[in-house]
C-alpha cells in the first residue's frame, strides 16, 4: 500500500496467500516492514522441506524483513522486528587504538583499528600515542543489508547480514562485520 501510486516508499506491506483447491485465504501482514524497493522471495530456511516467505524493503539506510512459514492453514512469523537489530554487542574502545566487545554468550571480539589511526586522532577519541581520550564510545547498526544464502550446500538457506561498528557521537565507521544468523538463533558465526 502506498500514499499515491507514483511514490517510492510504502506504507504496509500484506501477503495473502490462497489455497487453490479449498481458496482459502490466509493473510499476512507484518506492520514494521515499510519502505522502498520492496521485495518478496522464497527459501527453505527451516529444514522443513517447505519454503518460507522472505519479505524484505529498505528504510532509513537500513533492511526490514520478515520471514514467515507457510505450514498447514497458518502463516507463523519465523523472523521479526526485533530479530531486524542484528548482532547486539557490548563495545567499548581500548588503548592503543583497540575495540573491544563480547556478545550475549559471552563471547569476546577484539578488532585493531591502527588502519584509521588518524580518524581516531583527528575526531579526538584517542591521542597521538594511543591513549583513549573517553570523548566518545562505539556502537553497532541494525542489518544494512540480510542476504539469504545456501553456505552449506544443503538446499537450506542462512542469513548473513552485514552491520557497521562505528563511533556513536562523531559516526566514524570503525569495521564493516558480517554476521550469520541461523533462524533457529542458537548459533552465531563470525567472518
Known amino acids: 500500500k502506498k500514499n499515491n501510486v507514483d511514490d517510492n516508499e510504502f506504507l ?11 481458496q482459502l485465504k490466509r493473510k499476512f501482514s507484518p506492520s514494521f516492514l515499510k519502505g522502498a524497493n520492496p521485495g518478496i522471495s522464497l527459501y527453505e530456511f527451516t529444514g522443513d522441506n517447505m519454503p518460507e516467505v522472505f519479505i524484505s524493503a529498505e528504510a532509513d539506510g537500513f533492511l526490514l524483513t520478515s520471514i514467515a512459514s507457510l505450514n498447514e ?14 548482532v547486539q554487542l557490548n563495545l567499548s574502545f581500548g588503548e592503543n587504538f583497540s575495540l573491544n566487545g563480547s556478545f550475549a554468550n559471552s ?3 577484539a578488532i585493531n583499528l591502527e588502519h584509521i589511526k588518524p580518524a581516531l586522532i ?41 552491520q557497521t561498528i562505528k563511533t556513536k557521537n562523531s559516526n566514524l565507521p570503525l569495521c564493516n562485520r558480517i554476521f ?3 533462524l533457529h538463533f542458537s548459533l552465531l558465526h563470525i567472518f
Do not use: R, W
Not at 12 to 22: K, M
Not at 77 to 82: D, G, K, L, T
Not at 136 to 143: A, C, F, G, L, M
Open 73 to 86: 492453514n497458518i502463516i507463523k512469523p519465523v523472523f521479526q522486528e526485533n530479530h531486524n537489530q542484528g
Open 12 to 22: 504496509s506491506f500484506e501477503l495473502i496467500v490462497t489455497d487453490g483447491d479449498s
Open 107 to 109: 563471547t569476546k571480539l
Open 122 to 162: 583527528s575526531y579526538g577519541i584517542y591521542t597521538e600515542d594511543g591513549k583513549y581520550k573517553e570523548k566518545d564510545t562505539p556502537s553497532i547498526t541494525p542489518y544494512s543489508s540480510l542476504i539469504p544464502m545456501d553456505l552449506e550446500g544443503d538446499g537450506i538457506y542462512e542469513l548473513c547480514g552485514t
Open 180 to 182: 550469520q544468523a541461523l
